[in-house]
């Protein structure tokens, strides 16, 4: 198996665009979640899906964050405008059970 | 709130030495409590984990130990090797919750 894939690796973009992330769970797992990464605060849980329902979201920062899952090999994070402080690694995640969950190699995002 | 709180924030040792990195939790539901290590450029990767009806796990040089009524974990890292140069995240689970909890992380650097 590939692994959990997330597109694009890296991104670089003006203030006040969209953004959209994009992620491939590893294929059988029914856990997604979307987590945020920086020096500040750490690993951020943004939000999870489970069966490609969401299920918890109250680490979305905003509304400029939305999620979706269409199907259970896709998910993506958009963030609609885009802000300096947004500027973090995400990463992508899929699980089959609680705890064992298998990261994807990030996606390093800088808003300017 | 931080629900689990990790310590040292950085860790300096010399090639054979042993690493100990320290998490300490308050939630009593927590029922599940891996370790993650992260290289950079990559996601995080899951190392060893426990479960609180034991008091250590063993894989390799890779050692837990936990201890509940203290509600500490803790781990080492024998024979430390530049090679486990790498960020170290502790993490707890709810049971029947698919929502891990990660501490800030550790910058283990081992020197040759």
């Known amino acids: 198996d590939a692994g959990v894939i997330q597109s694009p690796r890296h991104e670089v973009t003006e203030m006040g665009q969209e953004v959209t992330l994009r992620c491939k769970p590893i294929?059988?797992?029914?856990?997604l979640f979307w987590y945020r990464q920086t020096m500040m605060r750490g690993l951020e849980l943004l939000i999870y899906?489970?069966?490609?329902?969401?299920?918890?979201d109250s680490g979305m920062p905003e509304d400029r964050f939305s999620a979706k899952m269409p199907n259970a090999s896709f998910s993506t994070l958009k963030i609609q405008p885009s802000e300096p402080r947004d500027s973090a690694v995400y990463f992508c995640?899929?699980?089959?059970?609680?705890?064992?969950?298998?990261f994807g190699q990030g996606t390093r995002l800088t808003v300017v | 709130q931080q629900q689990v709180k990790q310590s040292p924030q950085s860790l300096i040792v010399q090639k054979g030495g042993i690493s100990i990195i320290n998490c300490a939790y308050e939630?009593?539901?927590?029922?599940?409590f891996p370790w993650y290590q992260q290289f950079p450029g990559k996601g995080p990767a899951l190392l060893i984990a426990?479960?609180?009806?034991?008091s250590e796990k063993k894989e390799g040089r890779f050692t837990i130990s936990f201890n509940k009524s203290a509600k500490q974990f803790s781990l080492h890292i024998m024979d430390s090797q530049p090679g486990d140069s790498a960020t170290y995240f502790c993490?707890?689970?709810?049971?029947?919750?698919?929502?891990?909890?990660f501490g800030k992380g550790t910058k283990l650097t081992v020197n040759p």
């Open positions: 995640a899929s699980s089959l059970r609680g705890g064992r969950a298998f």
């Open positions: 993490a707890a689970l709810k049971g029947g919750s698919e929502k891990l909890v």
């Open positions: 899906f489970n069966n490609n329902v969401p299920i918890d």
């Open positions: 939630n009593t539901a927590f029922d599940y």
């Open positions: 426990i479960r609180p009806d034991v």
């Open positions: 294929s059988g797992h029914n856990s």
